[in-house]
């Protein structure tokens, strides 16, 4: 059982940023493929990012790509989502999400590749 606990969402305008912390429990962080997911009320949850292993690679949904950075520090069991260029859309409880079996984080775009889930943090973003 892997725990994961998400932190640094908040209210941020328009063109603002935000950076995400999520931090996983036990030792075998870096054999597992993280990611970032969002629902906004209403929707379904989506998939926002991935991180591989290394953190070597990353992945993105058009939506955010080039405003969002993902990145993992291994030795703090830490993984990260860099968030630019708010915009209101972006509003949604986002939950950082962990996959012990895909061979890529490539693979990684659907609630259903999801092994752990965090609480979510919400990130509201005002015009």
């Known amino acids: 059982q892997v725990q994961l606990v998400e932190s640094g969402g908040g209210l941020v305008q328009a063109g603002g940023s935000l950076r995400l912390s999520c931090t996983a429990s036990?030792?075998?962080?870096?054999?597992?493929?993280m990611g970032w997911f969002r629902q906004a009320p209403g929707k379904e949850r989506e998939f926002v990012a991935a991180?591989?292993?290394?953190?070597?690679?990353?992945y993105y949904a058009d939506s955010v790509k080039g405003r969002f950075t993902s990145s993992r520090d291994n030795a703090k069991n830490q993984v990260y989502l860099q968030m630019n260029s708010l915009r209101p859309e972006d509003t949604a409880l986002y939950y950082c999400?962990?996959?012990?079996?895909?061979?890529?984080?490539?693979?990684?775009?659907?609630?259903?590749?999801?092994?752990?889930w965090g609480q979510g943090t919400q990130v509201t973003v005002s015009s």
């Open positions: 036990g030792r075998a962080f870096s054999s597992y493929i």
């Open positions: 991180i591989s292993r290394t953190g070597g690679s990353t």
């Open positions: 999400a962990l996959n012990s079996r895909l061979s890529s984080a490539y693979y990684l775009r659907g609630p259903d590749d999801v092994d752990y």
